[in-house]
C-alpha cells in the first residue's frame, strides 16, 4: 500500500474513535465498519473544504450523520419500528422519564456492578441513542462539552441536560440489570 | 450552596466543565455534604469504567479496509475530472460544428435568397417588359411589322434585324394562325415577337437566346389579367402573353 496521504495522516489517528461511535450508535460491528468505511470516503470529498477547522470533531460528525441515515434505513428496510431500536425501552426523549429518586442505586450495588463490562455494556446499549451518543462522546473519548455540541449539532446546554440525565438513566438500569442477575443467579 | 442547585452540577463538576467560581463552589459543598460526595463518587466510578472498558475494539482489518477504499476513490476522482474535461472539449467540439454548421447554413441561406431575389428580380421586370410590349402592340394600329401566316416569309425577314433565327411556325391547322412578327424591346435587348391569333385573342410570344442556355420548364404567371407563360427551351428564352384562357396559351405552348 502506498505512503499515508495527508487525509490519511490526519484522519487514520482517529479511526478508533469513528469506529467505537459508529458501534455504539449501530451497536453492530459489521454495521459499524460500513459506516466508518462510507464516513472516510464522504470525509475524502469533502476535505479540501476543511480549512484549519478541529478535523476529530468534524470526522465524528460525518459518522454520526453517517450512521443514523444508515439507522433510518435499517429501521425502513426490516419494517419494524426503529424507534425501538434507537429509543430502547422508552417512548423517547422527555416521555416516559425514569423515576430516578425511587431507585437510586446505593454505592454499594454499583460497587458489585462495576467489576462487570458486560453489564455497563449492556446498560449502556438500552440507552436511548441520542443519549447513548453523547455518554460514548464524554466518557470514551473525552471530548469536552463544546466538542459534543460541535459533533451532534445540538446546543451546549442541551449536551449538558442529556448527559445529566443519560448518567442517572444508565444508574438505573445498571441496578436493574443487577438485580435482575443477581435474582438469575439465586 | 444548596444541596439541590449542587447536585445539577456534579456532572459537569465532574466533567471538569464548571467555571473556576462554581468549581470552588462545589468542592467546598461536596467536602460537607455526604450524599453529593457519594453521588459524584458514583459518577467518577461510571466514568472510569466506561472510560476504561467501554471501547469497542477496532477490527484489525478495518484501517487496511478504509485505505483500499480511499485509494479506489482517489483514483475514480483523478479520473472524473479527466472525463470533466474530455466531455468539455467533446461539448466545445459540438458548439463549434453546430457554429459552424449554423455559419454555413446563414451563407447558403443568404445566396439563396441573393440570388433568388435577383433571379425574381429580373424576371419580374422582364415580366412586366413583355406585358406592356403585348399592351402596346394591342394599343398600335397593327401589332405586326411583317403581316403573313406564311413562317417562310416571317422568318427570313427577322434575319438581320435581331441576332439569331427564331422559331416560326404556322399553327393554323391547330386554331392557331400566324399573323406575323415585330421586333420589340424587352429586358434592355431587341428582341423578336412572333404574333398568334386565336379566335378574337392576339398571342403575342416574345423570343431571345437564353443567357445561361439552359432548358426550363414552363413557369406561369399573372399579370395586369394577361396569362403570361414562360420557358427556355434549345438555347432559347420564350414568353408567351395573351388574354387567351391558360388552357389554350398551354396549347399554343405545347406545340412550339
Given at each position: 500500500?502506498?505512503?499515508?496521504?495527508?487525509f490519511?495522516?490526519?484522519?487514520?489517528?482517529?479511526?478508533?474513535?469513528?469506529y467505537?461511535?459508529?458501534?455504539?450508535?449501530?451497536?453492530?460491528?459489521?454495521?459499524?465498519?460500513?459506516?466508518?468505511?462510507?464516513?472516510?470516503?464522504?470525509?475524502?470529498?469533502?476535505?479540501?473544504?476543511?480549512?484549519?477547522?478541529?478535523?476529530?470533531?468534524?470526522?465524528?460528525a460525518?459518522?454520526r450523520n453517517?450512521?443514523?441515515?444508515?439507522?433510518?434505513?435499517?429501521?425502513?428496510?426490516?419494517?419494524?419500528?426503529?424507534?425501538g431500536?434507537?429509543f430502547?425501552?422508552?417512548?423517547?426523549?422527555?416521555?416516559?422519564?425514569?423515576?430516578?429518586?425511587?431507585?437510586?442505586?446505593?454505592?454499594?450495588?454499583?460497587?458489585?456492578?462495576?467489576?462487570?463490562?458486560t453489564?455497563?455494556?449492556?446498560?449502556?446499549?438500552?440507552?436511548?441513542a441520542?443519549?447513548?451518543?453523547?455518554?460514548?462522546?464524554?466518557?470514551?473519548?473525552?471530548?469536552a462539552?463544546?466538542?459534543?455540541?460541535?459533533?451532534?449539532?445540538?446546543?451546549?446546554?442541551?449536551?449538558?441536560?442529556?448527559?445529566s440525565?443519560a448518567?442517572?438513566?444508565?444508574?438505573?438500569?445498571?441496578?436493574r440489570?443487577?438485580?435482575?442477575?443477581?435474582s438469575?443467579?439465586? | 450552596?444548596?444541596c439541590?442547585?449542587?447536585?445539577?452540577?456534579?456532572?459537569?463538576y465532574?466533567d471538569?466543565?464548571?467555571?473556576?467560581?462554581?468549581?470552588?463552589?462545589?468542592?467546598?459543598?461536596?467536602?460537607t455534604?455526604?450524599?453529593?460526595?457519594?453521588?459524584?463518587?458514583?459518577?467518577?466510578?461510571?466514568?472510569?469504567?466506561?472510560?476504561?472498558?467501554?471501547?469497542?475494539?477496532m477490527?484489525?482489518?478495518?484501517?487496511?479496509?478504509?485505505?483500499?477504499?480511499?485509494?479506489?476513490?482517489?483514483?475514480a476522482?483523478?479520473?472524473?475530472?479527466?472525463q470533466?474535461?474530455?466531455?468539455?472539449?467533446?461539448?466545445?467540439?459540438?458548439?463549434?460544428?453546430?457554429?459552424?454548421?449554423?455559419?454555413?447554413?446563414c451563407?447558403?441561406?443568404?445566396?439563396?435568397t441573393?440570388?433568388?431575389?435577383?433571379?425574381?428580380?429580373?424576371t419580374?421586370?422582364?415580366?412586366?417588359d413583355?406585358?406592356?410590349?403585348?399592351?402596346?402592340s394591342?394599343?398600335?394600329d397593327?401589332?405586326?411589322?411583317?403581316?403573313?401566316?406564311?413562317?417562310?416569309?416571317?422568318?427570313?425577314?427577322?434575319?438581320?434585324r435581331?441576332?439569331?433565327?427564331?422559331?416560326?411556325?404556322?399553327?393554323?391547322?391547330?386554331?392557331?394562325?400566324?399573323?406575323?412578327g415585330?421586333?420589340?424591346?424587352v429586358?434592355?435587348?431587341r428582341v423578336?415577337?412572333?404574333?398568334?391569333?386565336?379566335?378574337?385573342?392576339?398571342?403575342?410570344v416574345?423570343?431571345?437566346?437564353?443567357?445561361?442556355?439552359?432548358?426550363?420548364?414552363?413557369?406561369?404567371?399573372?399579370?395586369?389579367?394577361?396569362?403570361?407563360?414562360?420557358?427556355?427551351?434549345?438555347?432559347?428564352?420564350?414568353?408567351?402573353?395573351?388574354?387567351?384562357?391558360?388552357?389554350?396559351?398551354?396549347?399554343?405552348?405545347?406545340?412550339?
Amino acid at each position: 500500500m502506498a505512503a499515508p496521504s495527508s487525509f490519511e495522516r490526519a484522519t487514520l489517528p482517529h479511526m478508533e474513535a469513528a469506529y467505537n461511535l459508529a458501534f455504539w450508535l449501530m451497536r453492530n460491528r459489521a454495521d459499524a465498519e460500513d459506516v466508518v468505511q462510507d464516513a472516510y470516503i464522504r470525509a475524502f470529498r469533502a476535505h479540501a473544504s476543511l480549512k484549519g477547522a478541529d478535523i476529530r470533531p468534524w470526522l465524528l460528525a460525518i459518522v454520526r450523520n453517517v450512521a443514523y441515515r444508515a439507522l433510518a434505513r435499517r429501521g425502513r428496510n426490516s419494517n419494524v419500528v426503529s424507534f425501538g431500536e434507537a429509543f430502547p425501552g422508552r417512548g423517547g426523549e422527555g416521555a416516559g422519564e425514569l423515576n430516578v429518586a425511587a431507585d437510586t442505586p446505593s454505592a454499594e450495588t454499583l460497587l458489585i456492578g462495576a467489576g462487570d463490562r458486560t453489564l455497563v455494556m449492556a446498560a449502556l446499549a438500552q440507552l436511548p441513542a441520542a443519549f447513548r451518543e453523547i455518554v460514548v462522546l464524554r466518557e470514551m473519548e473525552g471530548l469536552a462539552y463544546r466538542e459534543i455540541a460541535d459533533v451532534t449539532g445540538i446546543p451546549i446546554g442541551t449536551v449538558m441536560s442529556r448527559l445529566s440525565r443519560a448518567r442517572a438513566d444508565l444508574k438505573i438500569i445498571l441496578t436493574r440489570l443487577i438485580e435482575k442477575d443477581e435474582s438469575n443467579a439465586l | 450552596m444548596h444541596c439541590e442547585h449542587a447536585r445539577d452540577l456534579l456532572g459537569a463538576y465532574v466533567d471538569g466543565e464548571l467555571t473556576h467560581n462554581e468549581q470552588h463552589a462545589v468542592t467546598e459543598h461536596v467536602a460537607t455534604c455526604a450524599e453529593c460526595r457519594a453521588t459524584v463518587e458514583d459518577l467518577q466510578r461510571m466514568s472510569q469504567q466506561l472510560r476504561t472498558t467501554g471501547r469497542e475494539a477496532m477490527p484489525a482489518g478495518l484501517a487496511l479496509r478504509v485505505r483500499a477504499a480511499l485509494a479506489r476513490e482517489a483514483a475514480a476522482m483523478e479520473a472524473l475530472p479527466a472525463q470533466g474535461v474530455a466531455a468539455m472539449r467533446w461539448r466545445q467540439t459540438a458548439v463549434f460544428k453546430q457554429v459552424a454548421a449554423l455559419a454555413a447554413a446563414c451563407v447558403v441561406s443568404s445566396l439563396i435568397t441573393w440570388s433568388a431575389l435577383t433571379w425574381t428580380d429580373a424576371t419580374a421586370h422582364v415580366e412586366q417588359d413583355v406585358v406592356s410590349a403585348h399592351i402596346r402592340s394591342l394599343l398600335q394600329d397593327s401589332p405586326i411589322q411583317v403581316a403573313s401566316s406564311d413562317s417562310h416569309t416571317v422568318k427570313p425577314w427577322f434575319a438581320g434585324r435581331i441576332d439569331f433565327a427564331p422559331d416560326v411556325r404556322d399553327f393554323a391547322a391547330q386554331g392557331f394562325p400566324l399573323v406575323g412578327g415585330r421586333i420589340d424591346y424587352v429586358g434592355d435587348r431587341r428582341v423578336g415577337a412572333v404574333v398568334y391569333k386565336r379566335n378574337l385573342h392576339l398571342v403575342n410570344v416574345f423570343m431571345w437566346p437564353a443567357a445561361g442556355g439552359a432548358e426550363m420548364g414552363v413557369q406561369r404567371q399573372v399579370t395586369k389579367g394577361y396569362n403570361v407563360l414562360h420557358w427556355n427551351k434549345a438555347g432559347v428564352t420564350y414568353w408567351a402573353v395573351s388574354d387567351l384562357n391558360l388552357e389554350e396559351l398551354r396549347q399554343l405552348q405545347g406545340m412550339m
